[in-house]
């Protein structure tokens, strides 16, 4: 089992910044890669980003390329979220979830964290 627990959410205006954090617990070991998910009011989950443990490569979603970036501490099981330029439109719940090597789908999940971006 693996345990996520986000923080740092909160309230910003548009054009600010904000970093997100994820703290994995349990067994970190298995973890393949860590992605980030937000969902807005009435709308589905999304994709956000993601990051490999080993390597530390990512992705991300279109539209938030060039304005988000994601990195890993490995030796604290960190993962972080920074996000720039931010808009109304990321104003969501963002989740932290972890993969494991051997699934090939996202089987932990943290509780979320609340993101408000004020026009």
């Known amino acids: 089992q693996v345990q996520l627990v986000e923080s740092g959410g909160g309230l910003v205006q548009a054009g600010g910044s904000l970093r997100l954090a994820c703290a994995a617990s349990?067994?970190?070991?298995?973890?393949?890669?860590t992605g980030w998910f937000r969902q807005a009011p009435g709308k589905e989950r999304e994709f956000v980003g993601g990051?490999?443990?080993?390597?530390?490569?990512?992705s991300y979603a279109d539209s938030v390329k060039g304005r988000f970036a994601i990195s890993r501490d490995n030796a604290k099981n960190m993962v972080y979220l920074q996000m720039s330029d931010l808009k109304p439109e990321d104003t969501a719940v963002y989740y932290c979830?972890?993969?494991?090597?051997?699934?090939?789908?996202?089987?932990?999940w943290g509780q979320g964290t609340q993101v408000t971006v004020s026009a």
């Open positions: 990051i490999k443990w080993s390597g530390g490569s990512t």
């Open positions: 349990g067994r970190t070991l298995d973890i393949y890669m």
């Open positions: 979830a972890a993969r494991p090597t051997v699934a090939l789908r996202w089987v932990y």
